[in-house]
């Protein structure tokens, strides 16, 4: 049998147990649109939470320092050691945090406030659309 | 893909007949088993999971990158068992360079675009590894699998 015989074959058995995956698989994804996260929150819900939240910028500090959400704490992987303390210091328990970084296409802010919640703060989220939906909103 | 490689020089045959070659190709040929096993077996655990890791390549629209975190670890799994069991070896091994070098572009993509994501090459077994490890890990398992092409007997290979 030729190789690219049997490759035709090993794809035809795979799309087969890919079929039988998407079936019966209790963890199959959703083919109709993404799951959403469950730690993902909107601008709206944010409000709603208004004097209850500590915003967590999660970019770099040059970003942070050129423009930021007013009160929002600089935490990301590069300053976690020495900024992770701090942050701390500025939490209280039972306040939500938001993590936000620069857009939607940006994933630090999910990892980042996974990483709050592996480290002990429950109450962590990440900003749908990052700091251009938070601008855009909060334009002058 | 076709067998039309030129027939081995009889040093080539001499090398390939030394069971010091016979069964360093062997363990290669099983670790690379070992490897798409365990990456699909992982990913197949947790379909919804591995869809997530995919989605942050951003590189592909929703319903496509559904169908792939179910198609993938079916491939994986596939490749897997034929190379352990060294059937459909040449097949098997194409379908290996493909999926590495398709693996690589998307780490290499991510990396040109700054995504700070995790690589995802086995579910959520292992992660953060980064994204320019798992490139190199890939690089080199390319030429231990370009070794294991070139290197078929005259009876692995498909007849003419």
Sequence with gaps: MTALRQTGFILLIAVGLAGVTAAVHPKRPSFLGPPRDPNEVTLAQTKQWAGNILWVDARSESEFA??????????????????FPKFLDRYNPGQRVVVYCTATSCQLSREIAAKLKASGVDDAYFLEGGWEAWKQQNRP | MEATEPPMSTLTQSIASRPIFR????????????????????????????????????????PATALLSVFLPALELCVGVCLLLGRWESGALAWVAILLTIFSGALLSAIVRGLSIDCGCFGRSIENTGTLWPLIRNLALLVVTGFLWFSRSTKSRPAK
């Design chain 1, 66 to 83: 050129a423009e930021h959400v007013p009160d929002a704490f600089c935490l990301n992987f590069d300053n976690w050691t020495e900024r």
């Design chain 2, 23 to 62: 069964t360093a190709r062997f363990l290669l040929r099983l670790a690379i088993a070992a490897l798409f096993l365990f990456a699909a077996i992982t990913k197949l655990v947790d379909p919804s999971s591995f869809v997530q890791q995919i989605a942050n390549y951003q590189l592909t629209p929703w």
